[in-house]
């Protein structure tokens, strides 16, 4: 069945450092993988998509890629910020036919 | 444009007892979801609607209905609340008539607690 997994330990970083959070998928190749950001008592926030025939996307200070050989998606926050610590979220599509499945999510702190 | 949004923001409930979860967007959109949310457990889809007039259960339907009212109004019903249903319940809208349109607005959540 299609698995979408994220580190549910917290991720802790030192302002100014480079955040790398991982979503990992098994058994398929989605044809897309997105990443939102969750804040407490708030729902997510749409920050990157990025297909099957795409390594990397940017966006401001956010990078994501997506390694099929790996089955694995890297989401890079760079010079990261205190306004950064959120709750970050993958989810994919398996194909056309099927719906988005999300990951559990990763809670990132930064601290000053 | 407000968006999605939810009402009630909280609401506690006896075992047994029903409620509706009311959901609207803004934006013109076609497909509407509910989702679930649980500690360790992610977002769970529980109905969606790709277009107004139709509906399609998602992973964890049991013991919930939907209505898509309109195009903008997309409702969750509890017909007999149970413990189980305790979390927090999230509507996203997006562009699209397929569900696997790209970008999911969500909603700011109903916290639901099932006594």
């Known amino acids: 069945s299609q698995k979408i997994e994220q580190n549910s330990e917290a991720l802790n970083i030192q302002e100014g450092k480079t955040a790398t959070l991982t979503c990992n998928y098994t058994?398929?190749?989605?044809?897309?993988l997105q990443w939102y950001r969750q804040d407490p008592g708030r729902g997510p926030v749409f920050l990157l998509l990025i297909r099957e025939n795409e390594k990397e996307k940017r966006k401001e200070r956010l990078k994501v890629t997506f390694d099929t050989t790996l089955k694995q998606s890297l989401f890079h926050i760079t010079a990261s910020q205190p306004a950064d610590s959120a709750t970050y979220l993958c989810?994919?599509?398996?194909?056309?036919?099927?719906?988005?499945?999300f990951g559990s999510g990763t809670r990132l702190s930064i601290r000053p | 444009n407000a968006g999605v949004t939810q009402t009630p923001k909280f609401q506690v409930l006896k075992t047994g007892q029903s409620m509706t979860l009311q959901c609207a967007q803004d934006m013109n959109h076609n497909s509407m979801y509910w989702y679930r949310q649980d500690p360790g457990m992610g977002l769970r889809l529980i109905y969606y609607?790709?277009?107004?007039?139709?509906?399609d259960k998602g992973e964890v339907p049991n013991g919930y209905n939907v209505s898509r009212l309109n195009k903008r109004e997309f409702s969750l019903r509890l017909e007999s609340a149970a413990p189980s249903q305790t979390s927090v319940y999230f509507c996203a809208s997006s562009e699209g008539t397929r569900t696997d349109h790209e970008t999911q607005y969500f909603g700011p959540g109903t916290r639901l607690l099932v006594l």
């Open positions: 058994n398929y190749s989605p044809a897309y």
């Open positions: 989810a994919h599509r398996y194909s056309s036919a099927s719906k988005i499945i």
């Open positions: 609607s790709a277009s107004e007039g139709t509906t």
